[in-house]
């Protein structure tokens, strides 16, 4: 908040560079950098501390470089902002995939693969040759969808979550929610303790109030590693994530 500064390794001296607060700041050229307060983005001079306004109202929690001339900020208001040195290439927010305009923070796998941080989850963004995004939430393991940063490193990923840091391989990470796309079967439902199997429909009276539904998962390679995503329009509107592969309801409305 006391503005950029310059500190040497070797002899421990720090200068100032720029009067402006600072939330974040990235080098971009040996005497250049970009600095980024609460609101806005700058091109700062480090040798006369010229600052010249970039990028207007974005708000970055971090700046991170994908190749020599291309950096990917994560706005606290406005998703992912893909740029170079002269102007805004990509924006990826709440229209082309995002659940959410809030990026916490960003991790880069390679220059076209990177990671985003939110309060929604976490984000796997492929950027060339279209966007593609990938979410992650406690559906797929994490502890919180509150999450505040990642790291990779070889074939793993290390989530810190607002609950705590979960750790995977990424191939796992990738294959077990491709899993979730696949459908339950449903080999038996329960209605006040008369089991209905193979039925294409089943007729009830208003008494008929107490209801089970059993599921399974026909797929050796989840290694039982389940969970059932599941709701009942009119009873509950928010879905339920659960392990357990029966359904109850009771006193249920005629």
Do not use: C
Not at 10 to 20: P, V
């Amino acid at each position: 908040f006391l503005g950029a500064h310059r500190y040497n390794i070797k002899t421990g001296e720090y200068s100032k560079i720029s009067k402006l607060k600072s939330y974040t700041a990235i080098p971009f050229h040996k005497d250049s950098i970009f600095n980024g307060n609460f609101k806005d983005l700058y091109k700062v001079n480090i040798n006369n501390q010229t600052e010249t306004l970039f990028l207007k109202e974005m708000y970055f929690n971090e700046i991170v470089p994908l190749s020599k001339n291309l950096y990917a900020g994560a706005s606290n208001t406005k998703g992912v902002i893909i740029f170079n040195r002269n102007k805004i290439i990509k924006v990826i927010n709440t229209s082309n995939g995002l659940k959410d305009n809030q990026i916490l923070s960003l991790n880069v796998e390679d220059k076209n693969m990177i990671w985003a941080s939110s309060t929604q989850g976490l984000y796997r963004i492929t950027l060339s040759p279209t966007i593609q995004i990938r979410n992650f939430s406690v559906a797929d393991g994490l502890f919180s969808n509150i999450v505040n940063a990642s790291f990779t490193k070889g074939d793993s990923i290390y989530i810190g979550t607002k609950n705590g840091l979960n750790a995977f391989k990424i191939d796992n990470l990738l294959n077990d929610q491709e899993l979730s796309t696949k459908k339950p079967f449903i080999h038996a439902i329960e209605i006040n303790n008369t089991i209905y199997q193979n039925k294409d429909s089943i007729v009830t009276t208003y008494h008929d109030n107490t209801v089970r539904i059993r599921m399974s998962f026909l797929d050796y390679a989840s290694m039982g590693r389940v969970r059932y995503k599941y709701r009942m329009t009119g009873v509950n509107d928010n879905w339920t994530i659960s392990s357990n592969n029966t359904i109850a309801y009771s006193s249920l409305n005629p």
